[in-house]
């Protein structure tokens, strides 16, 4: 079946330790964006890609790094620089052809301890 | 001013009862529009897009206003399953911009 894949579903990190969300699609879609959601809260930009090898930072991208070396694949690091890492994390992608609508993977739990 | 506004809510229903979802967006720039549904711990899940000559779907009417900046949401005959937070989302060259989200409860 078509879609997003997100991994692991639930991480838990210890403080000053780097973690990577691994999220892969296969929608063939151009651009691919990663989200933060907070309890009770809306979700924040944190970086998004329009095409191969090409990146942009989106409202909260400090402390996170991306990387998309393959359409399919966009792959978000949550380092030790990033204060208050304990969040949801929602990839997600957008196709040109499917009527710019955003399609997201089942989300990533993420707590530091 | 946020780009895009929702009441946050929540609202607490009647089942049964009807209920409107509005949005407003600053940006007269702004191409595309959609409602999406968020369950509790999971993720957001497309309900439908909005166009201009507003659009049906069984229960589900959505409206856009161009001219006022201006989305919306109807639910009729409203279902305790229908219980989530609906998302007002637009699209404006490559970015997508959220809402917060209002949330509903259906009190059985």
């Known amino acids: 079946d078509g879609g997003i894949t997100q991994s692991p579903k639930y991480l838990f990190r210890k403080e000053g330790q780097n973690v990577t969300l691994s999220c892969e699609q296969n929608?063939?879609?151009?651009?691919m964006y990663w989200y933060r959601q907070d309890p009770g809260q809306g979700l924040r930009l944190i970086y998004y890609s329009q095409i191969v090898n090409d990146f942009q930072k989106g409202d909260i991208a400090e402390g996170y790094s991306v990387s998309r070396e393959k359409k399919e694949s966009f792959p978000l690091t949550v380092t030790s620089a990033q204060k208050n890492p304990t969040a949801f994390y929602l990839c997600a992608s957008r196709g040109i052809y499917s009527g710019n609508t955003i399609y997201f993977g089942e989300g990533s739990w993420l707590t530091v301890v | 001013r946020k780009e895009v506004e929702q009441d946050p809510g929540p609202f607490n229903v009647p089942e049964g009862a009807t209920v409107a979802f509005n949005c407003t967006y600053s940006n007269s720039a702004s191409q595309s529009f959609f409602w999406y549904r968020q369950d509790c711990r999971k993720e957001p899940k497309l309900l439908m897009s909005v166009y201009s000559s507003g659009n049906e779907d069984g229960r589900f009417t959505a409206q856009l206003n161009r001219a006022s900046q201006y989305i919306s949401l109807l639910i009729r005959d409203s279902k305790l399953s229908d219980s989530a937070t609906y998302l007002c989302?637009?699209?404006?060259?490559?970015?997508?911009?959220f809402g917060k989200g209002t949330r509903l409860h259906i009190l059985p």
């Open positions: 929608l063939n879609h151009d651009a």
């Open positions: 989302v637009v699209n404006r060259d490559d970015k997508i911009i």
